[in-house]
C-alpha cells in the first residue's frame, strides 16, 4: 500500500500500471497513516500523556502492527501516520479465533477487503440502529 501526496501518488499509480500492476485506489478524505500526519500524532502523544489509560480487558490489536500492543499511547501515536498493516491484522484476528467480522459504516468497504484475505469469514455491515438489531438477531440465532 502507498499513500501521500495527489501528484505523487498519481505519477505512481501511472507507472504502476504502466507495468501491469493492479492498482486499488482508496477513496479517503485526508492523508491518514502517511508522514504528512507526523505533527499531527505528536500533538496526540502530548495529549494522550496527560490522560490516564486503563489497560483493556480483552486484546486490542492495533492495525499499525497487527499486534496486540501493551503500549497503547505508543500504539495510538503511531497509528496516526504510519502505513497500516491490514492483512497482519486480519491474518492474527484469524488466529486469534475471530470468525465473525463487523463494519460499522455506511459502506461494506471492509466487508470486501477481508474476504479477499478470509474468503469464507462472514462479515456484516452496519449502517444503522436497525443493521445493529438484526446483526443482534444473526448472532444471537
Known sequence: MISGQRAILDLAIMRLKEAS???LPLNVSGAFHTSLLKDASQH???ILQS???QEPHVPVLFN???EVETDIVDALTHQIHSSVQWVKTIEQMQEMGVDVFVEI???NTLDKLVKQ???DARVFTVSDVKGIEALKGVLHG
Open 117 to 119: 484475505i478470509i474468503p
Open 105 to 107: 459504516s455506511p459502506k
Open 64 to 66: 499499525v502492527s497487527g
Open 21 to 23: 500492476i493492479r492498482v
Open 44 to 46: 496526540l502523544n502530548t
Open 51 to 53: 490522560v490516564s489509560i
